[in-house]
């Protein structure tokens, strides 16, 4: 059974930085797709960044571009999301997903991803 778990979220001021973390367990990570999205209140699920090939084709929504970066440790079968420079408005449920390389597509939508951890709270306030 694949399953997908997030830890790392919390409270921090704006400025300042979180590292999201998913492990991954009843697969291996390296061989699939993964994506970190995140949902607002009253908002739509969202994707932040997503590494959708084999090759490592990464992306970014814009509005995160230079502050997040996704990266992944196949040794730990984990992935991550580096948060700099957090803003109020990335407050936000945050969740990693994964999926087959054949399943998804070069964009970054939770559409495509079928296997999703439970979601992590970040809220980026004074």
């Known amino acids: 059974q694949l399953q997908l778990v997030e830890s790392g979220g919390g409270l921090v001021q704006p400025g300042g930085s979180l590292r999201l973390s998913c492990s991954a367990s009843g697969f291996s990570l390296d061989y699939y797709a993964i994506g970190w999205f995140r949902q607002a209140p009253g908002k739509e699920r969202e994707g932040v960044s997503c590494?959708?090939?084999?090759?490592?084709?990464?992306n970014y929504a814009e509005s995160v571009k230079g502050r997040f970066t996704i990266f992944r440790d196949n040794a730990k079968n984990a992935m991550y999301l580096q948060m700099n420079s957090l803003k109020p408005e990335d407050t936000a449920v945050y969740y990693c997903a994964a999926d087959s390389f054949a399943t998804v597509q070069a964009v970054c939508v939770p559409e495509d991803f079928g296997s999703w951890g439970q979601g992590t709270q970040v809220t980026v306030a004074s």
């Open positions: 590494i959708t090939s084999s090759a490592g084709r990464t």
